[in-house]
């Protein structure tokens, strides 16, 4: 079984990050896909360290020290204008294996029905300095209202977090053989 650090994007007080037209939080968005998540990696045996903090550098030195295989971030997108939609996953540009995760799982969650605006070679800091495979994954748009009402439902939240979860096994399954 693999040692998962989940990251739910942003903090409760001190940075909620986006905020939908109703008034939805992206940090509650995170935390709630994050502890669905969570819940479904345990029941298959994963060792999971759940990290929210404000601080990157700390997310990654908690992650690092946990000794993570996977590093999962957890993010809600926005735009100026609400007619952007759809989800992406962020990954290393160094990692070929964050990229087989990042696409395994981008694939999962366009299955559900999004855009598919593709995986992203960046250098966001929780990809560059988590040790382990790392990916941030934007699930949706907040400031696109058919998709605020999506990350605010419960039952697409459990679709996220089945998505993400889908994508992680396959990655597994892949690079056990």
């Given at each position: 079984?693999?040692?998962?650090?989940?990251?739910?994007?942003?903090?409760?007080?001190?940075?909620?990050?986006?905020?939908?037209?109703?008034?939805?939080?992206?940090?509650?968005?995170?935390?709630?896909?994050?502890?669905?998540?969570?819940?479904?990696?345990?029941?298959?045996?994963?060792?999971?360290?759940?990290?929210?903090?404000?601080?990157?550098q700390e997310i990654c030195d908690l992650s690092n020290s946990f000794g993570a295989n996977l590093f999962v971030s957890i993010h809600?997108?926005?735009?100026?204008?609400?007619?952007?939609?759809?989800?992406?996953?962020?990954?290393?540009?160094?990692?070929?294996?964050?990229?087989?995760?990042?696409?395994?799982?981008?694939?999962?969650?366009?299955?559900?029905?999004?855009?598919?605006?593709?995986?992203?070679?960046?250098?966001?800091?929780?990809?560059?300095?988590?040790?382990?495979?790392?990916?941030?994954?934007?699930?949706?748009?907040?400031?696109?209202?058919?998709?605020?009402?999506?990350?605010?439902?419960?039952?697409?939240?459990?679709?996220?977090?089945?998505?993400?979860?889908?994508?992680?096994?396959?990655?597994?399954?892949?690079?056990?053989?």
């Open positions: 079984m693999a040692r998962i650090t989940i990251n739910p994007g942003h903090h409760v007080e001190l940075d909620c990050g986006a905020v939908g037209s109703t008034g939805l939080r992206e940090v509650d968005v995170n935390i709630a896909v994050a502890r669905k998540l969570e819940q479904l990696l345990l029941e298959f045996g994963h060792e999971i360290h759940y990290v929210q903090s404000n601080d990157l809600c997108n926005a735009a100026t204008h609400d007619e952007a939609h759809g989800t992406e996953t962020y990954y290393c540009a160094v990692s070929a294996n964050g990229e087989h995760l990042a696409a395994l799982i981008q694939e999962q969650i366009v299955a559900l029905g999004l855009a598919d605006r593709g995986i992203k070679n960046t250098g966001l800091y929780v990809t560059r300095h988590a040790n382990a495979t790392a990916v941030l994954v934007e699930l949706a748009f907040l400031s696109n209202p058919t998709e605020e009402f999506m990350l605010g439902n419960e039952n697409w939240q459990n679709q996220f977090a089945k998505a993400i979860y889908q994508g992680i096994n396959e990655y597994l399954e892949a690079v056990a053989c």
